[in-house]
């Protein structure tokens, strides 16, 4: 392999492990979010994308709104309050709406989530067109850096190390703190829990926060490459269904390894067979239920 | 005649009437919401019958449609062309149904909505990449042929030979619900383990179902590719699968008439509010969280479930059984 080829093959691979990044985020809160209220959050998509927009509206928007040119709310900022204001906006749709499901079959849940996100897409759409919005990453973050056998944009390293970062956050925090065995207790038995004096309710409001405001710093952190769009949720988290029906909603660790490797995946299609970069995560879905019904953690939920 | 077939004669009696009313309801309307009915009905044949929630439907419309039209563009000078191209659609939506519920059957509950949702997209790709099916542009111009005789480029024509494929359509599912075989789906729907204790193979009944429901999706495609002469990638579209999850919602999931009210609601609701754009979209998903939120049976199902209520208080208290006295001898 000569030398050029290599290093668009490694181009690709970066782009695809950023996507695996995205994914990771993604199917890990869907499957915190399913674990705990027992519904496929059909909003997360649109919820990742209210953050994006939110973080665009805050750097180039909100002054001039106010009558302010200068004033801008920067990347570091809008990292920690569009996640925020996110969760916030998806707990308040918890507390009066989705609770009122609980007790019916999953299928409304589905639906009302879903019925959520035609209101965002709709509504941003109404409001900002569909046409893509850039968004400059800041300036600490521009340029590119040596990472050893190529040059990077320093912003993607940034996004890949932050990512993994917070993937192993939280599987610490699910898997190896006293709060994560409230959380897991109450995916096994919400009842008994309860018996034991935690309030399960909350737990649950505050759960589905968490899974929302993860996809809201996912949105945040792709604000600067991709496109900021209504519709960028939408067909993101179509892949990361395909993603979470091969790993399996039962782990966290499942989600997160699933999402990398499928974002490789698709990366290196890119380099094979362009065109089917974008179908080639259903396709190896499909494969997957051949081979193994059960998803690739086995688990079935 | 029950009345469900009564009140079913009585739309169709009313929509033979609807060419001799010019300017009251435009025939090319009610011939959409033929369609999107007949399109809802098979849709609803799977979530209101046997239970199984479906994000693939537009893929066996738009499938049905693509097959019919190309068909039709090569051959609908034939004599026996309609028919022909017909049936090639509705087997393909078929197959295309078999291939996708096949998949979608061995993961069950929450899963296989996901799944058929992300194999949908594998036939939304096809659609874009082939060849034949005119890729971004779609297939236009789709000539309507000839029919027995019959010159379908009338509007009045091809108004008649609508119904009377609709009204074959939709007593075809009416059947199809109340034959064993649809009992059978809906002990399954209601308590699968039962049904499996019972001796029925509960996979096999759901794909059977799946594959009958993608066969009537085609069935509407095809139809709606001959009425309208075009066929587009939005006939493939999840945007279309989420309008037939709405039409079967706002009706009353697991009515027989539901659907096509549905239909007829929202089709009605996109012709009047086509002109605020992308507010359509938040009135659909308003709807959506009304619908789920606060009347789940849907419309028809809340009219008959008042007619259910109604009739209970009007029945008169149940005879007393007389109290058995020990015979004292």
């Known amino acids: ?301 | 005649m029950s009345p469900t077939q009564k009140i079913f004669a009585g739309l169709v009696v009313a929509a033979l009437a609807v060419p001799f009313v010019p300017g009251l309801i435009y025939p090319i309307f009610v011939m959409k919401v033929m369609c999107y009915g007949l399109f809802a009905c098979a849709f609803n044949l799977l979530l209101g019958f046997t239970g199984l929630v479906s994000f693939a439907h537009a893929a066996f419309l738009g499938t049905a449609g693509y097959v019919t039209g190309a068909l039709m563009i090569r051959f609908g000078a034939h004599p026996l062309g309609v028919p022909a191209a017909f049936a090639a659609g509705v087997a393909a939506a078929a197959l295309v149904g078999f291939a996708i519920g096949g998949l979608a059957i061995r993961r069950r509950g929450i899963y296989f909505a996901m799944i058929t949702l992300a194999l949908s997209q594998i036939v939304y790709f096809l659609a874009v990449q082939f060849r034949w099916t005119g890729g971004e542009d779609g297939l236009q111009g789709i000539p309507r042929g000839s029919l027995l005789g019959l010159d379908l480029s009338s509007d009045t024509v091809m108004y008649y030979v609508a119904l009377a494929l609709f009204c074959a359509g939709f007593l075809f599912v009416e059947r199809v619900v109340h034959s064993p075989f649809g009992q059978i789906l809906q002990a399954v729907r209601d308590n699968e383990a039962r049904a499996t204790s019972l001796g029925y193979d509960a996979g096999r009944f759901q794909l059977l179902a799946f594959v009958l429901s993608a066969a009537v999706a085609g069935y509407a495609g095809a139809l709606k590719a001959l009425v309208f002469g075009l066929v587009s990638l939005n006939d493939v579209s999840l945007h279309t699968s989420t309008e037939v999850v709405l039409m079967t919602l706002l009706g009353g999931v697991g009515t027989l008439l539901g659907p096509l009210v549905g239909a007829a609601l929202v089709v009605g609701l996109q012709n009047y509010l086509a002109t605020i754009g992308d507010l359509v979209t938040v009135v659909i998903g308003l709807i959506f969280i009304v619908c789920v939120s606060f009347f789940r049976r849907g419309l028809v199902g809340e009219v008959l479930h008042w007619r259910r209520r109604r009739a209970e208080r009007a029945r008169p208290l149940p005879a007393r059984e007389q109290p058995v006295v020990a015979k004292v001898a």
């Not at chain 1, 809008?78 to 609980?102: D, K, N, Q, S």
């Not at chain 1, 239920?289 to 079935?300: K, S």
Request: with cysteine; glycine share 12%; aromatic share 10%.
């Open chain 1, 1 to 301: 392999m000569s030398d050029i080829t290599l290093q668009a093959f490694m181009a690709q691979l970066t782009v695809g492990l950023i996507g695996g990044c995205f994914y990771a985020m993604l199917s890990m809160g869907l499957a915190i979010i399913f674990g705990l209220l027992n519904i496929i959050n059909f909003t997360h998509g649109a919820q990742f994308m209210m953050a994006a927009f939110l973080a665009w509206i805050g750097l180039t928007q909100v002054g001039p709104w106010l009558g302010q040119p200068d004033l801008q709310v920067n990347f570091w900022l809008a990292l920690v309050l569009a996640p925020a204001l996110v969760a916030a906006f998806g707990m308040a749709i918890e507390r009066t709406l989705l609770r009122r499901l609980y007790h019916l079959d999953h299928l409304y849940g589905l639906l009302l989530t879903f019925g959520v996100a035609l209101v965002m897409e709709g509504g941003f759409r109404y409001a900002f067109g569909v046409s893509g919005q850039g968004y400059e990453p800041p300036e600490i973050l521009q340029g590119p850096v040596d990472v050893g056998f190529m040059l990077l944009p320093k912003y993607r390293v940034f996004v890949v190390v932050a990512s993994l970062l917070i993937c192993l956050a939280t599987w610490y925090l699910f898997e190896r703190t006293k709060l994560g065995a409230y959380l897991r207790a109450g995916t096994e038995n919400p009842r008994l829990l309860q018996a034991f004096g935690i309030n399960v309710p909350v737990m649950i409001t505050l759960t589905y926060g968490f899974g929302v405001a993860l996809a809201g710093i996912a949105g945040v952190l792709a604000a600067p490459i991709m496109q900021v769009t209504p519709l960028m949720g939408g067909s993101l988290l179509n892949i990361v269904f395909a993603v979470v029906v091969i790993g399996g909603l039962g782990s966290i660790l499942g989600a997160m390894v699933t999402g990398l490797g499928l974002g490789l995946i698709e990366g290196l299609t890119k380099v094979i067979y362009p065109e089917a970069s974008t179908v080639v995560v259903f396709v190896i879905m499909a494969l997957a239920l051949l081979v193994r019904p059960a998803g690739l953690f086995g688990r079935e939920a």
